[in-house]
């Protein structure tokens, strides 16, 4: 590939790109429906709610100082500006105001989701060439794992758009440089101020995400590589050290004023995922997952044009550095020949040392090389999730382009309809995994949230941070309703990596036998004690709610043989009474009468299939109902 001149987009049409985009970064914000993974809320809203409201879990991670407030921090402003505005219009109604608070974490993430395939889009113009930039940006909106993560409110979403932003910036070499004793060696042209900008969005990423800083150790060695004078090496160096302590001194003046003490939480987040390897308690994965499931859940049918363009650079590297090797072997031997007076008869001249690389195979070399021992270094870590290398995407998606404008003797109108071919097979992708793989989880927080008037207890028995909570909920304690959830703390107590892999979390406990712990940590069920009018309150962890949600699998075990009750077709369940009326048992049967009940409140379709079988079935919510709601349901 020819290396192209790097090129500005026009102010206008940049503000004008990202006006289109941004609009469909916001359909797409507005439009996502399902769950991905807990630390969407637990990581992120639920920390920044609880900072302007005052309510919201506290997972162990912000016990333990794991986390840095910076990221919650944007969250919880936005809430205290929008909480303001609905105060400012008067608007009070609990529904509306908790929908309109709902989607305001989407909208902002809609931002930075659109700077990120701003910036992908001109990362590649810049390395690659205006026609690139444009396959870029499209292969960026096209990707299904985009429209599915991006607007999301994953440290890991923002760490990918700053990361993207941060590269743009990054002094990439722009020209060839002369070959002639004492010239500079790849120039670093980028002006002082891109370098600057860069560190310190590279900075904000490793803030966001410690791992991050592996992107950055690739690149800055290739930058220092670069360079050709001490004094330049010294240069880069300070830059990145005054930058870095810059950001890390600031971000810890945060962190003290929300845990109220010093403290350093990248360290002990990497003190806890890598050398106690505590991150493992929520799953291991086999050393090949990145290469073998990773990459083809992120780049869907990107993956083979981008494994290929990584190939085609290393190939083109390999043969520049193979001719020179042998290039400069017979420039000595032609030396050492005319000092021995040897005839020459066939002289050759060097051809043109590797320092001429194109200025874009150079930079597709350190992206490629990016890529490759980032996933390698993220291979040693046991607990692996797709989107710990969500950063590469952009990267990927760069190559990809590189790849599809690559690909010789072909017709435009050909190139064109290959891009758009991919493009058209994530489109289902993304529909399934935004519109109905776990949906039932988020379907059925919003369903509570808009019925809170009709509930004052609510209890969740599912593995845990199977749904959102206090900031999609928003239900403050204070107005008298209590929620609970089982928990999954890790083992932090324990030393032994053998105690660590025998513990049981309590969900674990449960799932392992629910009746039993059901009779150990409730008190006696609804209508099943000595007076059927009344619930029992006992001394026990938790009390029945007046709304139970769990997942389908678990619907016939904790409802026929714990309570005691026949499903039927599952829209209704009565409990015995103490008064032993005996009615008919096995399938549709009515179990007696009884003062009090639980009945099908409503069910929440979740997904058709799931790795975690705990989370088999639709979402269901049960209600408690008193004799008088009894009459009211009936009528």
């Not at 840095?68 to 219009?89: C, G, Q, R, V, W």
């Not at 607007?151 to 743009?168: G, H, V």
């Not at 001490?230 to 929300?258: M, P, Q, Y």
């Not at 209590?482 to 083992?491: F, K, N, S």
Request: charged share 20%; net charge neutral; with cysteine.
């Amino acid at each position: 590939m020819s290396s192209p001149q790097p090129h500005t987009p026009k102010a206008f049409s940049v503000e004008l790109l990202y006006v289109f985009v941004l609009s469909i970064r916001i359909v797409n914000a507005v439009s996502v429906r399902t769950f991905f993974q807990p630390d969407e809320y637990y990581q992120a809203l639920e920390p920044a709610w609880r900072l302007i409201f005052g309510d919201g879990w506290v997972t162990w991670e912000w016990l333990e100082k794991l986390r840095s407030i910076a990221h919650p921090m944007l969250f919880a402003m936005l809430y205290k500006a929008t909480n303001e505005l609905l105060d400012l219009f008067k608007i009070t109604n609990f529904v509306t105001r908790g929908e309109v608070l709902n989607v305001a974490p989407r909208l902002l993430q809609a931002f930075f989701a659109t700077a990120g395939d701003i910036y992908t889009f001109r990362l590649a113009r810049r390395i690659l060439g205006d026609e690139a930039g444009w396959t870029a940006l499209f292969l960026s909106m096209g990707s299904a794992f985009h429209w599915f993560c991006s607007t999301r409110t994953f440290s890991n979403s923002l760490e990918t758009s700053i990361t993207i932003i941060a590269l743009y910036y990054w002094p990439w070499p722009t020209r060839h440089v002369s070959s002639e004793k004492g010239a500079r060696n790849w120039a670093i042209d980028a002006p002082e101020t891109d370098l600057k900008l860069s560190l310190s969005l590279a900075a904000v990423a490793c803030i966001l995400r410690p791992t991050n800083v592996l992107i950055w150790a690739s690149l800055g060695a290739f930058l220092l590589f670069r360079a050709t004078s001490r004094a330049e090496r010294l240069h880069i160096v300070s830059e990145a050290a005054k930058t870095g302590f810059s950001a890390l001194l600031l971000n810890s003046l945060l962190d003290r004023r929300f845990y109220g003490e010093f403290t350093f939480p990248p360290y002990t987040f990497l003190k806890f995922n890598l050398l106690q390897s505590l991150s493992s308690f929520y799953g291991r994965s086999p050393w090949h997952y990145y290469f073998s499931q990773g990459l083809p859940l992120l780049m869907t049918t990107y993956t083979p044009l981008a494994i290929h363009e990584i190939s085609s650079v290393f190939e083109k590297v390999s043969d520049v550095l193979i001719h020179n090797t042998e290039s400069r072997a017979a420039a000595l031997k032609l030396l050492e020949d005319q000092k021995e007076g040897k005839p020459i008869t066939n002289p050759t001249a060097p051809p043109k040392p590797i320092k001429e690389l194109s200025p874009s195979l150079s930079a597709r070399l350190q992206l490629s090389l990016t890529v490759i021992t980032t996933i390698i270094a993220y291979s040693f870590i046991p607990h692996k999730e797709v989107r710990f290398i969500y950063p590469l995407l952009p990267i990927l998606i760069i190559l990809t382009s590189s790849a599809v404008h690559g690909i010789k003797n072909i017709s435009h109108k050909t190139r064109q309809r290959i891009v758009i071919g991919m493009v058209i097979v994530n489109l289902p992708i993304a529909w399934y995994s935004t519109q109905l793989h776990q949906r039932g989880v988020i379907d059925v927080v919003n369903y509570l949230r808009r019925d809170v008037d009709n509930w004052h207890s609510l209890g969740f028995l599912m593995p845990c941070h199977s749904t959102p909570w206090q900031s999609s909920l928003q239900v403050p304690s204070r107005r008298g309703r209590t929620m609970w959830a089982l928990t999954c703390e890790p083992p932090l107590h324990l030393s032994t990596q053998k105690e660590r892999e025998e513990y049981l979390d309590e969900a674990d406990v449960f799932y392992q036998n629910p009746t039993k712990f059901l009779e150990e940590n409730f008190p006696t069920p609804p209508a099943k004690g000595r007076n059927p009018k009344k619930r029992m309150f006992e001394e026990k962890r938790y009390q029945w709610p007046d709304r139970l949600v769990f997942f389908g699998v678990l619907e016939r075990e904790v409802m026929r043989s714990y309570l005691g009750v026949g499903v039927g077709n599952g829209t209704e369940i009565e409990i015995e009474s103490e008064k032993g009326e005996e009615g008919k048992t096995g399938e549709g049967a009515v179990v007696g009468e009884s003062e009090s009940r639980y009945t099908l409140c409503h069910r929440f379709f979740n997904s058709h299939f799931h790795d975690d079988s705990r989370r088999v079935g639709d979402v269901v919510v049960y209600c408690l109902q008193t004799p008088e709601e009894e009459k009211a349901w009936s009528a």
